[in-house]
C-alpha cells in the first residue's frame, strides 16, 4: 500500500514538475513581449496578472530537481545552467551562480553531499536513499537492501515518463556549457 502511494507521488510529482517548466517557459516568453504593449495601463494589468499566476518554483526547488535527476554530481554552475535551460525567471538574475552556490551549501548534509568532480571541481549531489537510512541508524546491508528495491522500482517509473526524458536532454545540455567561476576568486570552488 505504501509502495503504491509512493509509486503516485513519483507520477504525481513528475506531472507537476512538468507543468512548473511550462508555467516558466510561458513567464517567460509574455514577460518579454509585455515591452511591446503599447498602452501603459494594459501593461501593468497584464504584468499583475502573470505575476498572480507565477510559477512556485525557487532556486532551492529548482537546484534539487537538477541533482535528484542527475547521474553524476553537478558543480554550482552546471546546476545555474540549468535553471537557465530550465526557463525559470531566475535565469534573469545577475547574481544567479552566487544564489546557487549559497543554496548548495546551505542545504543540510541530511539532503546533499559535497565533493570534487573529475576535474576537481567542487560538485554536489543529493544523499541516496540508502545514505539517509544509514544516516538514521538503519544497518548497511538493510539500508542497501530496502533503498534498491524502491529505487528499482522508482527508476522503472520514471523512465516510462516523456517528462523524465525531457530533464535528462535539459540536464546534458546544462552540462555541455562552459562553468563560470564564482565571482572572480580564481579557485575551483564553482
Not at 576535474?119 to 554536489?124: E, L, N, Q, V
Not at 555541455?176 to 564564482?182: F, Y
Request: charged fraction near 30%; glycine fraction near 6%.
Amino acid at each position: 500500500m505504501v509502495e503504491d502511494a509512493l509509486m503516485r507521488i513519483v507520477d504525481l510529482s513528475l506531472e507537476r514538475d512538468e507543468i512548473e517548466r511550462e508555467i516558466c517557459n510561458l513567464q517567460v516568453a509574455s514577460r518579454a513581449h509585455l515591452e511591446l504593449m503599447e498602452d501603459e495601463a494594459e501593461r501593468q494589468a497584464m504584468e499583475a496578472a502573470l505575476g498572480t499566476f507565477d510559477t512556485r518554483l525557487g532556486i532551492t526547488d529548482l537546484t534539487k530537481l537538477c541533482l535528484q535527476f542527475s547521474s553524476e554530481p553537478m558543480t554550482a554552475g552546471q546546476v545555474k545552467n540549468f535553471i537557465l535551460l530550465f526557463g525559470h525567471k531566475a535565469g534573469s538574475h545577475s547574481s544567479l551562480l552566487q544564489e546557487v552556490h549559497t543554496t548548495l551549501l546551505r542545504l543540510s548534509k541530511d539532503v546533499v553531499s559535497a565533493g570534487k568532480n573529475e576535474s576537481g571541481y567542487k560538485a554536489f549531489r543529493l544523499l541516496t536513499n540508502a545514505e539517509k537510512a544509514r544516516n538514521a541508524g538503519v544497518p548497511h546491508e538493510v539500508a542497501e537492501k530496502a533503498a534498491s528495491k524502491l529505487e528499482k522500482r522508482i527508476y522503472s517509473r520514471l523512465l516510462r515518463s516523456a517528462w523524465y526524458h525531457t530533464l535528462a536532454e535539459v540536464l546534458k545540455a546544462s552540462k555541455g556549457r562552459q562553468r563560470i567561476p564564482l565571482a572572480s576568486s580564481g579557485n575551483k570552488d564553482s
